[in-house]
């Protein structure tokens, strides 16, 4: 290439580059710079000295993860809950998703705006008092209208944890499901109708052609989706795990996950740097996470993986 086909590229690409740099710029400032303070994780925190002057601490930090007596129970709660979330929440959505591609385009959409849309959206600014007024012990609609038809008594919800296994995904599944139907449901509407008319011709039925033609190319869309929730496994949704259950003390072997113990550590001792220290080591672990489950992928089906 000559020089001066080199400045004509140049100048062509340039208003493509101006475009890119206030992104550029966003995660530079936001997701770059901040970086610079994973160093708190390593150091006994002080206001007064600051973060690069603070003492160092070594892996001190680390010690009020895993050398309490409830680092495997926020450990346990943590990866059982999400990756029961993942695979309902999946699971569901992928259902959900395939039902409304079979109704017509009206129909779908009012199934979508009432049963799916309007629950998610009322669902993230009042969940915790939703759920409260189902499980209320005195004025809850399961204690007060459900089980007395069945002749049982109340249940007393915020103080039985054993319960709580089974709220928490019904709970996370009616948040989060309705987000990911409309990823799958665009994904299968892309699909080329063709294929569902030629199979048809062959004597093909519904379950026939969602078994080999559906799920068969939607597979990229959901290994992504599960790759990146795997990613986040160490993480937990924090309104779900403390406010669904009211941060009740009599729950925490059932609902206390790294995120909440580390959080009531802070409020509690206000070490800054152990809950740095939490957040570096979720952060990690997902990671290597990602790159181990998209490395799995890639060797089963590379054309599936991430990169």
Not at 132 to 156: D, H, W
Not at 282 to 289: A, I, P, R
Request: charge should be positive.
């Amino acid at each position: 290439m000559t020089k001066k086909r080199y400045w004509v590229n140049v100048r062509r690409s340039m208003p493509l580059v101006i475009m890119t740099l206030p992104g550029l710029a966003y995660l530079l400032i936001n997701n770059y710079i901040p970086m610079a303070g994973l160093v708190i994780a390593f150091k006994d925190f002080n206001y007064a000295k600051g973060i690069f002057g603070s003492d160092w601490a070594g892996l001190k930090n680390f010690e009020f993860l895993f050398r309490t007596r409830d680092a495997f129970v926020i450990t346990r709660n943590t990866v059982l809950y999400n990756a029961t979330f993942i695979i309902i929440n999946t699971v569901v959505a992928i259902a959900t998703a395939i039902m409304l591609s079979e109704v017509t385009k009206k129909a779908m959409m009012r199934i979508y705006q009432t049963v799916i849309l309007l629950p998610y959206l009322i669902s993230i600014v009042i969940v915790s008092y939703l759920v409260y007024a189902f499980l209320s012990v005195n004025v809850g609609f399961i204690n007060k209208t459900l089980l007395p038809l069945f002749g049982k008594e109340g249940i007393s919800w915020y103080t039985e944890a054993k319960y709580w296994p089974f709220i928490l995904p019904i709970v996370s599944l009616w948040r989060g499901f309705g987000f990911y139907s409309v990823v799958y449901l665009s994904s299968i509407v892309g699909i080329d109708r063709t294929y569902y008319e030629a199979a048809e011709l062959d004597g093909a039925t519904k379950f026939q052609c969602i078994q080999h033609i559906t799920l068969p190319l939607i597979t990229p869309v959901i290994t992504m989706m599960a790759l990146l929730a795997v990613g986040r496994i160490f993480y937990s949704d924090f309104g779900l795990f403390y406010q669904v259950p009211m941060n009740s003390g009599t729950l925490y072997s059932t609902t206390n996950v790294i995120d909440t113990y580390v959080y009531r550590g802070l409020m509690q001792l206000g070490d800054i740097g152990m809950s740095a220290a939490a957040g570096l080591y979720q952060s990690l672990v997902g990671f290597l996470l990602v790159l181990g489950s998209n490395l799995l992928v890639r060797k089963v089906n590379p054309d599936n993986a991430l990169f």
